[in-house]
């Protein structure tokens, strides 16, 4: 059992991580109906411009959490002016400009900073862990549970709270009627893109003491994330919740019964089977297009 419960805590653990990833995905293509292939790269612009902080300013992780979020939010928004915004009506055209900009940026970063692995210290003050009984449970760890809560909160309350949000919901629900009534579809979407953006930027900051820092460390992390975009369904903040507690936990679980690979192969397996008997996913949002 002590085995088990450590792997429930690494299974919440690694969700945390896939929520705030898959907020930012959730978010634009929820809203947007764009299929951000970059968004892993905007997870290791985050985790390199946190390492860049730490060495030539010496900020630590949580500090510069949000200069990470204002640096990857202007460059995703930079992005969607110049490229995406020119593409909202040619969905394949959208996938392979993204998929190109993702090459980009990791080239870039690999020619400007090199391929080898950069390394992050975690913050001073959350090293250590927390033992209950046979449990243990690293404080940073535990951190980044509790400011993945505090960012879905936080998303939850902008999109549904907020005037920003309210004018968002209307532009989901029909852009043209919502421009009649003066609402700017446009900077909606670029303001919109760019918080998923930011959103993908404090992930990677928040994973640089738990993963290497490489040119290609978003890649694999995105894929989880799309995952628990469509498990939770499309546009729904609380469903991609949801899911990335599911898949995490799931994961976490099968790597103990079988091994790392075969649960791999089985939560893949199970996540087609629910595609084939919920093309929507497991909660999502009812809104009309």
């Not at 299929?35 to 411009?49: D, Q, S």
């Not at 900073?113 to 449970?137: D, K, Y």
């Not at 918080?195 to 490489?214: D, K, M, N, Q």
Request: proline fraction near 2%.
């Amino acid at each position: 059992m002590d085995v088990v419960f450590n792997q429930i805590f690494a299974g919440v653990s690694f969700a945390s991580i896939l929520l705030i990833i898959a907020l930012g995905l959730a978010i634009i293509y929820g809203t947007m109906g764009v299929i951000n292939l970059a968004h892993g790269e905007f997870v290791m612009l985050g985790a390199y411009a946190t390492w860049a902080l730490q060495t030539y300013a010496g900020l630590g992780v949580v500090t510069a959490l949000p200069l990470v979020f204002l640096a990857v939010a202007a460059a995703g928004w930079v992005i969607e002016k110049v490229i995406v915004q020119r593409l909202y009506t040619r969905p394949l055209d959208t996938i392979l400009a993204t998929w190109g900009i993702g090459i980009i940026l990791q080239q870039a970063v690999r020619l400007g900073v090199g391929a080898e692995s950069r390394f992050v210290r975690g913050p001073e003050w959350l090293s250590g862990n927390i033992e209950i009984g046979s449990l243990v449970m690293s404080n940073y760890r535990l951190f980044v549970i509790f400011f993945s809560l505090v960012v879905l909160a936080g998303t939850w309350m902008l999109m549904t709270r907020t005037e920003f949000g309210m004018k968002l919901r209307a532009v989901i629900q029909n852009r043209g009627i919502s421009e009649c009534y003066g609402i700017e579809a446009k900077k909606v979407y670029s303001v919109t893109f760019a918080y998923g953006a930011g959103l993908a930027g404090i992930a990677g900051a928040l994973i640089t003491p738990l993963f290497s820092t490489i040119p290609t460390m978003g890649t694999g992390l995105v894929v989880d994330a799309f995952l628990v975009v469509i498990v939770g369904g499309l546009g729904s903040l609380m469903g991609t919740a949801a899911a990335a507690l599911l898949i995490g936990e799931v994961t976490a679980l099968f790597s103990i019964v079988i091994n790392d690979t075969l649960g791999r192969i089985a939560v893949l397996a199970g996540i087609i089977l629910l595609i084939r008997y919920r093309p929507r996913g497991l909660f999502p949002a009812d809104t009309r297009r």
